[in-house]
């Protein structure tokens, strides 16, 4: 009897010889989500810390369901220093708090990782951990507050509250979410990565973030450079390093996969994993 060929070549997708212990047909219809876990223990494996992922299209914000969602998930974590792997667009002020509220209730510590963007809310979040890791395509963004007007799309609640030809209650809106914004976001900092910091300095900071005349954009990049400048506790992640190459691989998977499975947002740990779909009703 001739041997069999030796397949397992470089461009193949690493695995054991051990058949899954789910039923076949079942672990066929979730193989998107074991391969992605299976890559998550590989960056486990690497840092030594568990990690959840918090993975969103750009057109699904953060919302309520959230950090339910993300307290699901932690109950499949032993341990009580985490990586929080974030994409996302933003999304509601409170909705953002209480996802923080969650993260500091359920763990000891966590870093946070972006490996393409954490913009608005989400860079609140990041910036509520003891550190964040960029890579070459990570991102922050400003924090600064949209109301979407009918006639001109998403407007800098800043502009609004200052603009004296709009009506009063809608100016008035506008400055609470400016204020709201920057009373979580100082909280966050105070209590985090900054809380040694001079009040003053993390005042400083949350101006400069916070302030549509900084950056002219709410799309604007904050990328490492910008966010060591700013005084953020962060950690840059060598290109062609094993870490981010894994890291990159998984982003790709949940890009890829959202976008084939019509699913909107994924949260997602190595047991417990939970998606919803695109603009779920709530």
Same mark, same amino acid.
């Given at each position: ?21 789910? #039923? ?7 193989? $998107? ?10 960056? =486990?494996?690497?840092?030594? %810390? =568990? ?5 969103? %299209? ?9 950090? $339910?969602?993300?307290? =699901? +998930?932690?109950? @499949?974590?032993?341990?009580?220093? &985490?990586?929080?792997? &974030? ?19 359920? +763990?000891? #510590? ?19 951990? =003891? ?12 924090? !600064? ?34 204020? %709201? ?8 900092? /105070? ?6 910091? !001079? ?11 916070? #302030? /549509? !005349? ?8 904050? $990328? ?6 700013? @005084?953020? /506790? ?11 190459? %894994? ?36």
């Amino acid at each position: 009897m001739s041997e069999a060929p030796n397949r397992k070549l470089r461009n193949q997708f690493p695995r054991s010889l051990a058949l899954p212990s789910q #039923s076949s047909k079942f672990w066929a219809k979730e193989k $998107d989500r074991y391969i992605r876990q299976l890559l998550i223990a590989d960056i =486990e494996e690497i840092t030594g %810390r =568990e990690a959840v992922v918090y993975f969103a %299209r750009l057109s699904e914000g953060i919302n309520h369901s959230d950090p $339910d969602d993300l307290s =699901e +998930v932690i109950d @499949g974590i032993e341990t009580d220093d &985490i990586d929080l792997i &974030i994409q996302t667009p933003g999304g509601s002020v409170d909705a953002v708090e209480k996802f923080v509220t969650v993260l500091r209730q359920r +763990v000891k #510590s966590y870093r946070v990782i972006v490996p393409s963007l954490a913009k608005s809310g989400g860079t609140v979040i990041a910036m509520s951990s =003891e550190k964040i890791l960029f890579g070459v395509t990570s991102e922050l963004g400003p924090i !600064d507050p949209q109301f979407v007007l009918p006639e001109l799309g998403p407007v800098p609640c800043q502009f609004i509250a200052d603009d004296q030809t709009q009506p009063p209650i809608l100016r008035s809106m506008a400055k609470s979410a400016v204020d %709201r914004m920057g009373q979580l976001a100082e909280k966050i900092l /105070s209590e985090g990565m900054l809380k040694d910091k !001079d009040p003053a300095a993390i005042k400083e900071v949350i101006q400069k973030i916070s #302030s /549509s !005349d900084t950056y002219n954009s709410h799309g604007a990049v904050i $990328d490492f450079s910008e966010a060591q400048e700013l @005084g953020l /506790s962060v950690e840059w992640l060598d290109p062609n390093g094993d870490l981010w190459r %894994r890291i990159w691989l998984l982003n790709c998977c949940y890009d890829h996969d959202v976008k084939v499975s019509g699913v909107g947002k994924i949260l997602e740990g190595g047991n417990n994993s939970i998606a919803r779909p695109v603009s779920y009703s709530y």
